[in-house]
T-cell receptor, first 115, second 115 residues
């Protein structure tokens, strides 16, 4: 059974700092890994998707890396801003026990960027 | 692209009442997912449809929960009878393409409160 862990559960940093969020998963036979942000009372917004054959993806100040062999992904946020404050979730897509696809989410890291 | 549309945004009902949540996936997407989010358990997959057919309903907590997808542009999640422990935010998500390169797109959710 795939398990996805995100550490730390919460993180508080001063504005302007570069930071790394971590995601680990137990089964490396994945199709892709996706990073989301969730603002309070809102849905999940997709940030980046890394296919299993890729090592990293970049979008603006965000860079996500994937190391399938070690079951790890990181989300790097450069020059953090107060508007980056949100909960960040990672999710892995893989085959489930019945041969169908399953998307498993981590529990998220709650980020606060202090002005 | 209007995104995934869910209704209602908020639902408050009394224990024992029937609740119906609605979802319109993004046009052209062939996979639809219903998730439930609570503080205690995070995001849980309830059911997954592919081409309107339920593929994995192992996450549906009890027989009180049922989901349908009568066509490619509409799905419902019904709870009958509702209980206070069903209070949560219910999300619908859709995706298309191959499992490798198809990101999940989420709606804004329905916040259900059962008193």
């Amino acid at each position: 059974k795939q398990e996805v862990t995100q550490i730390p559960a919460a993180l508080s940093v001063p504005e302007g700092e570069n930071l790394v969020l971590n995601c680990s998963f137990t089964d490396s036979a994945i199709y892709n890994l996706q990073w989301f942000r969730q603002d309070p009372g809102k849905g999940l917004t997709s940030l980046l998707l890394i296919q299993s054959s890729q090592r990293e993806q970049t979008s603006g100040r965000l860079n996500a890396s994937l190391d399938k062999s070690s079951g790890r992904s990181t989300l790097y946020i450069a020059a953090s801003q107060p508007g980056d404050s949100a909960t960040y979730l990672c999710a892995v897509r893989a085959d489930g026990s019945g041969g169908y696809q399953k998307v498993t989410f981590g529990t998220g890291t709650k980020l606060q960027v202090i002005p | 692209d209007a995104g995934v549309i869910q209704s209602p945004r908020h639902e408050v009902t009394e224990m024992g009442q029937e609740v119906t949540l609605r979802c319109k996936p993004i046009s052209g997407h062939n996979s639809l997912f219903w998730y439930r989010q609570t503080m205690m358990r995070g995001l849980e997959l309830l059911i997954y449809f592919n081409n309107n057919v339920p593929i994995d309903d192992s996450g549906m907590p009890e027989d009180r929960f049922s989901a349908k997808m009568p066509n490619a542009s509409f799905s419902t999640l019904k709870i009958q009878p509702s209980e206070p422990r069903d209070s949560a935010v219910y999300f619908c998500a859709s995706s298309s393409g191959t499992p490798y390169n198809s990101p999940l797109h989420f709606g804004n959710g329905t916040r259900l409160t059962v008193t």
